[in-house]
């Protein structure tokens, strides 16, 4: 097979991989919230179908390099991904999870920041705001622009640190899991685990929705290291109606046509917060 054609089908299998993963994981979790709290996403069928359309093309974006570099992996050795587990000490198998989490939370907490910049805010994460509430089917909804800064990390990352293939499975399970958790408009997690010791410094739900309440500060994304040291940390939010309403809103009586609506002043709100 003629090399660019072999690059292109492992591009193409690529994008079927993460918009499958994407499909399933927020279907999944989609399930999950109409178990769990009934009626949560009533009114928000048209938001839910742009969120899929979205996410869709941010998993083209995202599949073409993962999949030229593990054609580049596979037939000519590029990356610092290793198979054999006696290459590196057993310990450094989790600390290399440790060191890629760290990196993509780095990259996501500036370039998230970044983006809400009134320029840039206006022209690309606009996109992702426009989910008002957001939902388990948000996690890639991105414009293109903000969909390409986060379809780089990982692809550059294993070209830096190595890493297992194993441990770099985890890595993308923790960012799937994670990416479609935070924005589900409900917490998933047990109570000691987000207002306990780790809550402090780990992200979940509860913390992103401040963010997509109030459309600044808590840029994190796995932990809250940089929101803390850079003081951009608001703390967490709330999911009841009577702490969102009228803040951008993310409960039930935002929805309808203020879903659409409220896109519109997205730019107004970034000038006057960012």
Same mark, same amino acid.
């Given at each position: 097979?003629?090399?660019?054609?072999?690059?292109?089908?492992?591009?193409?299998?690529?994008? /079927?991989? +993460?918009?499958?993963?994407?499909?399933?994981?927020? %279907?999944?979790? !989609?399930?999950? $919230?109409? @178990?769990?709290?009934?009626?949560?996403?009533?009114?928000?069928?048209?938001?839910?179908?742009?969120?899929?359309?979205?996410?869709?093309?941010?998993?083209?974006?995202?599949?073409?390099? /993962?999949? +030229?570099?593990?054609?580049?992996?596979?037939?000519? %050795?590029?990356? !610092?991904?290793? $198979?054999? @587990?006696?290459?590196?000490?057993?310990?450094?198998?989790?600390?290399?999870?440790?060191?890629?989490?760290?990196?993509?939370?780095?990259?996501?907490?500036?370039?998230?920041?970044?983006?809400?910049?009134?320029?840039?805010?206006?022209?690309?994460?606009?996109?992702?705001? !426009?989910?008002?509430?957001?939902?388990?089917?948000?996690?890639?909804?991105?414009?293109?622009?903000?969909?390409?800064?986060?379809?780089?990390?990982?692809?550059?990352?294993?070209?830096?640190?190595?890493?297992?293939?194993?441990?770099?499975?985890?890595?993308?399970?923790?960012?799937?899991?994670?990416?479609?958790?935070?924005?589900?408009?409900?917490?998933?997690?047990?109570?000691?685990?987000?207002?306990?010791?780790?809550?402090?410094?780990?992200?979940?739900?509860?913390?992103?929705?401040?963010?997509?309440?109030?459309?600044?500060?808590?840029?994190?994304?796995?932990?809250?290291?940089?929101?803390?040291?850079?003081?951009?940390?608001?703390?967490?939010?709330?999911?009841?109606?009577?702490?969102?309403?009228?803040?951008?809103?993310?409960?039930?009586?935002?929805?309808?046509?203020?879903?659409?609506?409220?896109?519109?002043?997205?730019?107004?709100?970034?000038?006057?917060?960012?």
């Amino acid at each position: 097979m003629p090399i660019l054609l072999a690059v292109v089908f492992s591009a193409l299998a690529m994008i /079927a991989i +993460v918009g499958t993963r994407y499909l399933l994981v927020s %279907g999944a979790f !989609a399930a999950a $919230t109409r @178990l769990r709290h009934p009626g949560l996403y009533t009114g928000l069928g048209k938001q839910i179908r742009r969120e899929i359309g979205w996410s869709l093309a941010s998993a083209a974006i995202y599949g073409i390099p /993962a999949g +030229v570099i593990a054609w580049g992996w596979a037939n000519r %050795g590029w990356t !610092a991904i290793y $198979t054999d @587990l006696a290459a590196w000490p057993l310990w450094y198998w989790p600390l290399s999870i440790f060191l890629y989490l760290f990196a993509h939370d780095t990259w996501f907490y500036w370039t998230h920041r970044w983006m809400h910049q009134p320029k840039w805010f206006k022209r690309a994460h606009a996109v992702h705001h !426009a989910s008002r509430p957001p939902t388990a089917w948000a996690a890639m909804a991105f414009h293109p622009i903000e969909a390409l800064t986060g379809a780089i990390v990982i692809p550059l990352l294993v070209f830096v640190i190595p890493i297992h293939v194993g441990a770099l499975v985890v890595v993308l399970s923790v960012m799937t899991v994670m990416g479609v958790t935070n924005h589900m408009g409900w917490e998933i997690f047990p109570r000691f685990i987000w207002a306990g010791a780790l809550g402090e410094w780990v992200i979940t739900a509860s913390h992103h929705q401040r963010h997509h309440t109030e459309y600044r500060g808590n840029y994190g994304l796995y932990f809250r290291f940089w929101d803390r040291l850079c003081g951009t940390d608001r703390g967490l939010g709330s999911f009841t109606a009577d702490a969102q309403r009228g803040t951008g809103g993310s409960i039930h009586a935002a929805v309808g046509g203020r879903a659409d609506a409220g896109r519109a002043d997205d730019g107004r709100r970034a000038n006057r917060l960012a």
